[in-house]
């Protein structure tokens, strides 16, 4: 029987600067100049640099965490549907949606940038997960 429940859901943020994408760069490699060089990202169709894409799964990876229970991903579907920039913060929640068996829950998971209430919230990815959800042996 799993932690988590249907219904419980957790909710993780991060601000994303100019320095955190240059370090999520060094840390997982990912030199693409989209990210990196401002002069190059602007003649693109993003108009300048942008963050990974990965760098806002991270933060539904951050959420999933904060479920009740030792969480363990299974699997997970992503959607990118807009970039990050420099200067905007990153809001990720995990709701739980459905009960599969055993330790294994399906959650929703999403990203928007913008402060809750802002009209100008946008979301930037969305998708779901399937983790496990154990309780943590002692």
Known sequence: MPVASVGDAAEASLAVGEQTIDDYAVLVGDDNPIHLDG???ADTMFGGRVAHGMLSAGVVSAAL???????VYVEQELDFERPVRPGQTVTATATVVEAMGG????????????ADGDEDRQRVLSG????????HAE
Do not use: K, Q
């Open 39 to 41: 002069d190059y990202a």
């Open 128 to 135: 779901e997960a399937v983790v496990l959800s154990v309780p």
């Open 65 to 71: 965490a904060d479920l009740p229970g030792d969480i």
């Open 103 to 114: 330790d294994r829950v399906r959650v929703e998971t999403a990203a928007d940038v913008g």
